[in-house]
């Protein structure tokens, strides 16, 4: 097994996959948790698959590689490496988009980033940004890669003081519903609710009882506040 260190978590490599501990907070809940709520969504987005670990290095999460012989990952800031990483509304839809679309051929990337900001104002994530927007390159070819890297969401932090009040990146450098609403009005989305029943059980076998309740209680806020229903945990 190989450790590596990317972002705030630590990772284990084997053969199987990555297991991705936690470091300052809940992380691994909450890409456990971001993922089990996605397969509620009906949307054009795919997800990684993550599964709650815990051994005698700690609790966190596991997932498999999303990519196999001769694909690689492609974040965003790779199609313009030298520009800054936090674009403003203007550049996104006047440039980068229109530029990404003709370069990969990937004509509803515009709704496609729709849907993963709205996903990302469900889950509260604090950290999506164009190095974890991500495609998958394979003979010049490109399709969306699974959403993925949601640790950074659902109050991951929220009792660790070490970070106080700071909150980490966004594409756009404004807040959830800003971008969202942005986005929407260019876009549209076609993202639903489709069920609101959730299992959570045992999850309190892995994580601290008090961190899941926790960040059930967001995601059961931000659902109602956008969908106006109900999520159920069981």
Known sequence: MKIEYDGLQSKEVNQKGWIKYDRFGYEG???????????????????????????????????????????????????????????????????????????????????????????DMLIENEDRNPGNILLIASDGKYRYAPVMDNANSLGYRDSNYQFGGAKLAKPLMMSHSDQVHLFMNRYGSKLKLCDNKIMVSDLYDYYLHDDVIHAIEILKRTVSGYFHVELIFY
Request: aromatic content about 18%.
């Open 29 to 119: 809940l909450s890409e456990v948790l971001a993922y089990r709520f996605s397969r509620l969504l009906s949307s054009r987005l795919s997800f990684c698959e993550y599964t709650p670990v815990k051994t005698d290095k700690g609790t966190g999460c596991f997932s498999r590689s999303v990519i196999s012989g001769g694909e690689e990952l492609v974040p965003l800031y790779s199609f313009f490496p030298d520009e800054q990483k936090n674009l403003n509304a203007s550049q996104l839809f006047d440039y980068y988009i229109p530029y990404i679309i003709e370069t990969t051929g990937l004509q509803d990337f515009g709704e496609w980033l729709t849907e993963m900001f709205v996903f």
